[in-house]
């Protein structure tokens, strides 16, 4: 485990980055393992590129000839060289909607789904392998994070394909598929006493005396342009347009604010007509400081311990929650929160319309969606996007009893008669309830 040197990297001729930049002061630095304005102010880096290259070298058919990854979109993602690490990610299903959307009485609803994103069957894969491939070009041998679950996943397992050496932080309350499911890639895994908040402190240490590439902290600037690949592709299986409205989960905020960028930059660059995309947010009740923050009319974000089931966007301290807001605010949008039982409810509601089954931060998604709907805060004509960014099967303990259970029978064709009789009374007896 060696000592990353940072240095700039001679770019091939088709990158387009150029520096990292303040968001906040604007200053401007070289492409190294940094993510905080250290000689000015404090504020967040993020990648510059070369926007007038980008103009003249794509187009909308360069992209549609490129992998069926998160690579076609290369030129606008942060590494140097053509030697990326390409494990399939990106380019999952964008379905139109038709039970769910006519169950929430929308006409032009779109879920984006990441819940069979890969490797690791959630959007985090897409972060991560944009920030393997540049911590691979920075000379970076050990990666790391600091994680609520899903990143632990990717991380685990891109490093393993990428053959980096791996140690991942976890709060130790984690669902037990999310652990297991970062532990099969045999990296080396911390699960800390505490929250995620107080794992994400820890690893700010560690990522000071250790030189290892953190793919959140150190290396925070390349992974978050990974999210950017959620607003591309969507113009692009939209037939090259944006949607009216998107509705998304915000933890951290990064997802949020850079589905923003990703479709900033198209229009910049002329890859799709400019047009206002109204920006929705989704909190969990029992962690939603941007949600109150939206609510109170403050520009600032007070930090809360969090309480809820929605584990993998539990952030009491989002780092991008000031950018989140700001968002949310000039497109005309919302952030709402919803608790655990209509996140859980949430979850059903998408797999019985849709048969999506996806994790608790997708439940709180929905579950946000149908509030701002019924709230009339989304008009049914809008062209809707809900990002549904994580898979079900890794937190079964959250519906764990919310669920019918299987009807056990002999095998023999009259206690099948009989059980599927007893199914149907049951079913009868349910809507009856539903109807007085
Ligand atoms: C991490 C995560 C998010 C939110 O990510 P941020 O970029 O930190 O806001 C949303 N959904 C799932 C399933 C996640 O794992
Ligand atoms: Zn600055």
Not at 21 to 28: I, S, Y
Not at 127 to 144: I, N, P
Not at 181 to 191: D, F, H, R
Not at 353 to 367: D, H, S, Y
Request: with cysteine; net charge negative; hydrophobic share 40%.
């Amino acid at each position: 485990m060696t000592q990353a040197t940072a240095t700039t990297q001679s770019q091939t001729s088709n990158s387009a980055i150029e520096k990292l930049k303040c968001k906040e002061c604007g200053e401007e630095y070289p492409l190294a393992d940094k993510h905080i304005c250290e000689d000015v102010c404090f504020g967040p880096l993020e990648v510059k590129y070369d926007y007038e290259k980008l103009r003249q070298t794509v187009t909308r058919a360069t992209i549609e000839a490129g992998p069926n990854s998160i690579w076609r979109y290369r030129p606008f993602l942060p590494v140097a060289t053509d030697n990326v690490i390409d494990v399939g990610t990106g380019m999952t299903p964008l379905v139109k909607s038709h039970r769910l959307a006519r169950r929430l009485g929308l006409k032009n609803l779109y879920i984006k789904n990441d819940a069979v994103n890969m490797p690791t069957l959630s959007f985090k894969d897409r972060v991560v392998s944009v920030a393997l491939s540049r911590a691979r070009e920075l000379g970076f041998t050990t990666v790391s994070c600091a994680s609520t679950g899903n990143l632990a996943n990717s991380t685990a397992a891109i490093a393993a394909k990428a053959g980096l050496d791996c140690c991942v932080f976890i709060p130790a309350d984690l669902e037990a598929g999310k652990v297991l499911g970062t532990l099969i890639y045999n990296p080396t895994v911390m699960a800390v006493k505490g929250n995620y908040d107080q794992v994400n402190r820890l690893c700010c240490e560690v990522a000071n005396t250790h030189g290892w590439g953190f793919v959140n902290i150190n290396l925070r600037p390349y992974y978050s342009e990974g999210s950017k690949t959620l607003g591309f592709e969507v113009a692009e299986q939209l037939g090259w347009k944006l949607p009216d409205h998107i509705v998304a989960p915000i933890a951290s905020g990064s997802l949020f604010t850079k589905i923003h960028k990703g479709f900033k930059e198209f229009v910049d660059v002329g890859l799709v007509d400019e047009k206002p995309v109204r920006f929705s947010g989704a909190q969990a009740e029992g962690c939603s400081p941007v949600a109150q923050a939206f609510k109170e009319g403050r520009d600032f974000v007070t930090p809360v311990k969090p309480n809820t089931i929605a584990k993998s966007i539990a952030i009491g301290n989002p780092a991008d929650g000031i950018y989140a807001l700001e968002i949310a605010r000039k497109t005309n949008g919302n952030i709402e929160s919803v608790n655990d039982e209509e996140i859980i409810e949430g979850i059903k509601l998408l797999a019985e319309t849709e048969g999506i089954f996806t994790e608790t931060a997708g439940g709180t998604t929905v579950a946000v969606l149908k509030k701002l709907v019924e709230a009339g805060k989304i008009d049914p004509e809008e062209t809707t996007v809900v990002y549904i960014t994580g898979n079900g099967l890794k937190t079964q303990e959250a519906v764990q009893g919310y669920i019918g259970e299987p009807l056990t029978i002999e095998p023999k064709l009259d206690a099948f008669e009989r059980a599927l009789e007893r199914a149907q009374t049951l079913e009868r007896l349910d809507w009856q309830e539903v109807l007085v």
